[in-house]
């Protein structure tokens, strides 16, 4: 599984951004994460869909303000991002795994496939 992540840029404080997860296999079998990862902080959960259908997110970043959903059909995940605040700012990854389970779904090391990042930058 190839991922590709798109949809970072510039925003202002309050804006919105759709960012989407392109994969090159069929991925819904699959667990679809997105992670973020601010300049010299460590890796972080954002939000991930189970391939049941369940949702979780990072109840202190995203929770109310970002909105995952994914499309089996065109092996694509989608994170619409509104509301956006300058500790925002940080390179976004997607990522695929099999193993995660809900339960652990928000750790980074289930996964096994991750895409190149796009940035997001959120000027105040």
């Known amino acids: 599984v190839q991922l590709q992540a798109s949809g970072g840029g510039l925003v202002q404080a309050g804006g919105s951004l759709r960012l989407s997860c392109a994969a090159s296999?069929?991925?819904?079998?699959?667990?679809m994460g997105w992670f973020r990862q601010a300049p010299g902080k460590e890796r972080e959960f954002v939000a991930a869909i189970h391939w049941s259908g369940g949702i979780k997110y990072n109840a202190e970043s995203g929770k109310g303000r970002f909105t995952l959903s994914r499309d089996n059909a065109k092996n694509t995940v989608s994170l619409q991002m509104n509301s956006l605040k300058p500790e925002d700012t940080a390179v976004y990854y997607c990522?695929?795994?099999?193993?995660?389970?809900?339960?652990?779904?928000?750790?980074?090391?289930?996964?096994?496939?991750w895409g190149q990042g796009t940035l997001v930058t959120v000027s105040s």
């Open positions: 990522a695929a795994g099999r193993s995660p389970s809900f339960a652990t779904m928000s750790r980074a090391g289930e996964y096994d496939y």
């Open positions: 296999g069929r991925t819904s079998g699959y667990v």
